[in-house]
Each structure stands twice: as C-alpha cells, then as structure tokens.
C-alpha cells in the first residue's frame, strides 16, 4: 500500500528499554492556536526582513517591482502552508515533510531527507540564524569597529546552550518564550510600519516611478524570490509538532490563515516604510536597512532597532531549534536515526536526546564558521524536497480520494507550489551553475553509504545496544509511543 504502515514502538525499542510492559511515553499536547500561531510567525521573523529588502531591490532594480516580490512570496508561502495543512489532517504525526515523504514514497527517500536535515540543513541555519543574533548582540559593546569573530561566535555558542536547556526542560516553557519574543519582534515591526505611513502622511514617497529600472531577467526574479523566501522561513514549522497540537485538523489550518496572511501584511508595510524613509540607491549602500531606517527616523532612539533585530533573531533561533529537534526524534523513531534519538525524558517529557543532537551538530557549525556556502544554497535543498512533498499531497489528492481529511485545499494550489518549486530548484542549476550545488547533490546522496547497511539490512554493531541503555540511564529517557490518532 502507498501508506506505509507505521512501526510499533515495542519492535523498535525492545532491546533497550528498562521499562517494557508499562505504559509508553507521550510528548504532551502543549501547543494551542496561539502557540502555534507563535511558532509560525516567530520563526518566519527572524533576521530576513531587516536585512533582505536591499537584496531584493538589488536583483529587481525598483521599488514597485521589489514590492510585488514580496507579496508573491508571501502567497507562495501560504499556498505551501495551506497545502501541508491537508497534510497535516491526513497523516497527523509530526515530523514535516520527512514524515510525509516516508509514509507516501517509503522508507529510502525519507531516509535521504532526514539524514540532510538533522546532519546538514537544521544545524546550519540554526547556526546562521543564532550567528546573526549575535552580531547584534554584541554591536554595542564594538561602537564604530568591527565586533571580534571569537566574541560573536562565543554568544552564538551561549545562545545555541541556553535554547537547549530550554527545550529541553518544558514544552510549556519553551512556547512561552516564543510567545514573548513573537509579540516583542511584532511591536518591532508594527513601529517600522507606522512609522512609514507617517512618513508618506507627510508627502516622503519614491513612488513617483515605482517600475523604473526594472529587471526582467529569469536570474535575477529567481535569486530575488530566494532572499525573499529566507524570510519566509518557517511558514510550515507547525507540521513538525503535529503530535503536540491541541485538536490538530482545527488547530493547524487555522494558525496558518492568521499567522501567514499576518507576517506578509507586516512586511508589506516594512518595505514601504523603507522606501519611504531612504531612496533606492540609499537602501542599497545600506549595510543593514532597518539599522539605517532607525537612523533616520527615530534618531537618537536608533538603538531600539539593533534590539529589536537581536529578540527577532533570539526568537527565530527558539522556534527554529523547536522545531528541527522533532525531526531528528521522528526519524529515529521510525529507526532512521540511533534509538536513543527516539526517546523522551521520563519526567519533562520533552525529546531531550534528539535536542542535545542539533545543538551539538549547531556547536560544531558555529565554531567551524565553514558553513556559508552551505546556507546560501539552502533555498536549493529546502525546495527539493517541498517539491516532492507537494507531489505527494497531489498523489493522495487523485489516487487516495479515500482518506479522510478534516481540511481540503483546491488542486490548484499545490500545483502552482509545485510549480515554483521546479523553476526554483532549476532556475539556478540552468542559469548559473554552481559548484556548490553538486556539493549538495552529492552530499544528499552520500545517504546511499549509510541507509542499507544500517537501515535497511540492520547490521548493527552489538555494543550499540550496551551504549543505548547506559545513555538511556544517564539522560534518564525511555521510549515514547506514536500519537495514533
């Protein structure tokens, strides 16, 4: 069958769990709508709108057509969120897409994904985003100079160990902070959007010729919708904690229609609010154009802008590590990953094993700093396996008619996903061919090495299962059931 049958934990875990015959674990079911609403637009808001918006006018040449950019990512994003929200209400366990692409295509290509995601892609762009973070944090403390790499990378590290004690200790917590930082970073962007509608009630507007200098070319509409989507990311964060969602099938198509159609009206605003502020050739000298938007706005007050973009990055960072730890617990769960991954602390019932994995790959990233060409290329990867995932929800719509599904969406949107997934995963390879990206390629399929000596054929080492149980005592976890709802 096309679905595949999911493991039973028992199987899975028999070798090492000190407590077989009770009750299995459950994660808790801690995020409401808020949350989730919180989850989604705290991790689309990260450092993206603050420093992308030069790069788009960059690639697009004007003002008007930068502005149609936006909104169309902002559309791509919630024809996508919209798309995995049926997802969500037909296979209601957590984990994204590689949940998704296991249970429609099978274990090897999920396995492809999962290993890029926990080992490559989630680790990189939590470093990113926690690297960023830092830069503003520390600026202050460097007025007029560079701030040193070994202090930025230290903050970076102290922000990556704080995230992990937090996630790890309790669910509740942890939505909390994403509550708080989410509300913080909207007033941020709510001050920069009304300051803008000030700014044009007083006649300041470079509107006048809003599609002059436009480009038209393939290239520069696909690298422009690339830093535009940066921004974006996150808009399908709730389908990785479906299992801890309260009544999922309303829950999560819900949070998407506020939380998306919300994040893209505030960016809307934000950029008008810079074009208002600064003129085209302003914000592309710009090393960072909120920065200079704080400058010639609020003046002295400037500084708040620095803090804003820190708890916007501390923020994303929070929901961004949330998030990527439930991949790697899904997947272990389902014996891609090391047992121990797949097991909850006995008494936070948070997947504390699989935690301590990404912020152990994020430590190593930051400290490395090799992972630059890594992350310009994660829109690369990112929409690869949207694409499949989006051609999966299109399968079940026409052959598995069947199923039952709380929600629907119109075929027509996760054609126009798939759609724009093809031409963004081309557009770079065709246009201008990269190194880099056969890197990836290669990479991705360095799964191959792995997957059918250790998954497939299950050729385990014995001392494997004595490590397993000694790490299970230590980290004081045991194995967790699935939600079988």
Request: proline share 5%; glycine share 8%.
């Amino acid at each position: 069958s096309t679905m595949r049958k999911r493991k039973t934990p028992e199987s899975t875990h028999s070798s090492t769990d000190p407590s077989e015959g009770k009750e299995k674990l459950r994660l808790k079911q801690e995020v409401g709508l808020i949350s989730g609403v919180s989850l989604i637009a705290g991790t689309m808001i990260g450092s993206g709108i603050f420093m992308s918006p030069e790069w788009v006018l960059h690639h697009m040449g004007s003002p008007g057509s930068s502005l149609l950019i936006w909104a169309a990512c902002g559309l791509l994003a919630m024809f996508g969120a919209l798309s995995y929200a049926e997802l969500g209400t037909i296979i209601k366990e957590s984990g994204g897409e590689y949940i998704y692409i296991l249970r429609i295509f099978g274990s090897f290509p999920a396995f492809l994904f999962a290993y890029t995601s926990v080992i490559l892609v989630r680790p990189a762009g939590l470093a990113a985003v926690c690297l960023s973070f830092a830069e503003y944090a520390v600026a202050p403390f460097y007025p007029g100079c560079p701030s040193p790499q070994v202090v930025i990378k230290c903050t970076a590290a102290a922000c990556i160990l704080l995230l992990t004690v937090i996630n790890c200790l309790n669910v509740r917590l942890a939505t909390s902070i994403m509550n708080i930082f989410t509300a913080a970073k909207l007033l941020a962007l709510l001050v920069i959007a009304v300051g803008g509608v000030l700014l044009l009630a007083k006649g300041q507007t470079c509107f006048q010729n809003a599609f002059e200098n436009t480009t038209a070319g393939i290239r520069a509409v696909g690298v422009a919708f690339y830093q535009g989507l940066w921004s974006y990311d996150g808009w399908n964060n709730l389908n990785y904690v479906t299992e801890e969602l309260k009544k999922p099938e309303v829950t999560l198509p819900r949070a998407v229609m506020i939380a998306i159609p919300l994040v893209t009206c505030l960016y809307l605003l934000v950029n008008v609010s810079y074009l208002a502020a600064m003129t085209p050739s302003e914000m592309l000298s710009s090393g960072a154009v909120a920065v200079t938007w704080g400058y010639k706005v609020l003046g002295s007050w400037a500084w708040l802008i620095s803090l804003s973009v820190a708890l916007s990055t501390f923020g994303s960072s929070n929901g961004t590590f949330f998030s990527g730890g439930r991949v790697c617990y899904i997947a272990a769960r389902e014996g891609h990953m090391p047992d121990i991954l797949s097991m909850a602390h006995v008494r936070c019932l948070t997947p504390s094993p699989a935690l301590l994995f990404t912020s152990a790959m994020s430590l190593i990233m930051v400290i490395s700093g090799n992972f630059t060409s890594i992350v310009n290329f994660f829109s690369f990867i990112a929409w690869f396996f949207y694409g499949m995932t989006i051609t999966g929800l299109l399968y079940l719509k026409i052959k598995k008619t069947e199923l039952p599904r709380s929600y629907k969406v119109p075929i027509i949107i996760p054609i126009i996903v798939l759609i724009a997934a093809v031409y963004l995963v081309l557009a770079p390879i065709i246009d201008q061919p990269q190194i880099e990206i056969l890197y990836i390629v290669l990479f991705i399929f360095s799964g191959v090495i792995l997957y059918f000596p250790l998954v497939r054929f299950k050729c385990h080492p014995r001392f494997l299962q004595k490590v397993t149980l000694h790490l299970q005592l230590f980290l004081e976890v045991a194995p967790t059931a699935t939600d079988e709802n």
